[in-house]
């Protein structure tokens, strides 16, 4: 099977641009990296540096193009990866980009519609979508085992240091939409569109930064109650990322997300399952047992098999715009306004 050529376009700081680069270099069986796209020039020595982009080659934008790649993969800073990303579109390439994108409602929308008119995979890159617990989760809900779902808890957060403190800044909704965006995407996935979002969102006050460092958000649904929390200020609190799905009938705890492995970026997940409501004080969970794995593999296996046609990817561009919205709306962002003003403008336009 041929290779698929791809060109990563940005190094990025803060996103995954490093581990994806890396992750790629432990695919070459699927993968062909042409190049990597750094249009700041003065991080290109720095970069080159790296273990991760050791042995790519720098290349241009116009470059890139040229090459013809099957695919980009788009790592850039927040604030410029849903710009890349509709520029890769626009010249009918697949997408992968890392999220959560843009704080621009009407833009992310705009290339999501993109996507969907022209009928191009795209993929953002929500780890936890492919966690081993969160895979097993899925075929519960297939096999009926957890009945109806009224409730998933979520947290996730960094003890990091001042100056990720400082760089929340950037973002109006903080750490819940840098990081807390990856459980409201489990909130959407296993119990769908809320009827009402209660944003709760606060600055710890740590090292006197002030950015919205400790967010919160409820979700609200006819049967049931969802909340996630994220904040970037607790001691120890990358190795409490937790998830509870309970049901009618059964309730997953995944007490860790990601238990770190010897490799790159290679984890496994503590959970366990109780099934049943009977005999409330006995602990009657049974543990489960996952095999370690590398965070991004199967995220870039999936891309390889949606450019390729062999699969579709069930996460729709449509499905991608919905949770946005949901997102910058659990964040504090006045969502309908943007919307509003983007019509008034003639920024959205349609899929036809």
């Known amino acids: ?20 680069a890396e992750a790629l270099k432990g695919l070459t069986d699927i993968y062909e990296v042409i190049g990597i796209v750094e249009e700041d020039e003065s991080r290109i020595p720095d970069m080159m540096t790296r273990p ?26 927040e604030h410029k990866l849903v710009e890349n990303a509709i520029r890769a579109l626009e010249y009918g390439y697949p997408v992968y980009m890392d999220k959560p994108g843009s704080e621009d409602a009407g833009q992310f929308r705009r290339m999501c519609e993109l996507a969907a008119s022209k009928n191009l995979p795209l993929e953002l890159g929500y780890m936890y979508r492919e966690n081993a617990a969160i895979r097993y989760a899925r075929e519960l809900v297939k ?3 957890f009945g109806h779902i009224f409730s ?13 403190r400082e760089m929340l800044k950037r973002f109006k909704g ?6 807390g965006c990856h459980l409201i995407d489990l909130v959407v996935t296993f119990c769908g569109v809320p009827k009402e979002i209660i944003p709760l969102n606060v ?12 967010g919160m958000a409820a979700f609200r649904y006819d049967n049931g109650v969802s909340y996630v929390r994220a904040c970037a200020s607790e001691p120890g609190a990358a190795l409490r990322r937790s998830v509870i ?22 984890n496994i997940p503590e959970a366990k399952i109780t099934i049943g409501r009977q005999d409330p004080w006995r602990d009657r969970s049974q543990k489960l047992d996952f ?5 991004y593999d199967r995220l870039l296996k999936n891309f390889a098999s949606y450019v390729r046609g062999e699969a579709v990817n069930p996460y729709t561009p449509e499905y991608e715009a919905e949770l946005h919205d949901i997102i910058m709306t659990a964040c504090g962002y006045d969502v309908r306004r943007q919307s509003r003003e983007d019509k008034r403008n003639g920024k959205i336009p349609t899929c036809h």
């Open 1 to 20: 099977m041929n290779k698929l050529r791809v060109v990563q376009v940005g190094t990025g700081t803060w996103v995954h641009s490093a581990h994806i």
């Open 52 to 77: 991760a982009y050791a042995g790519y080659e720098f290349i241009t934008w116009e470059g890139a193009l040229a090459a013809k790649p099957d695919a980009f993969i788009i790592e850039t800073d």
């Open 143 to 145: 096999n009926g085992t």
């Open 152 to 164: 998933v808890e979520g947290q996730m957060g960094v003890g990091d240091s001042k100056s990720y």
């Open 174 to 179: 903080g750490m819940l939409y840098y990081l």
């Open 203 to 214: 600055s710890t006050g740590l090292d006197n930064v002030g950015s919205i460092d400790l």
């Open 245 to 266: 799905i309970s049901g009618y009938d059964a309730t997953l705890h995944i007490s860790r997300m990601e238990v770190p492995r010897p490799g790159v970026n290679t």
């Open 291 to 295: 095999a370690p794995e590398r965070r």
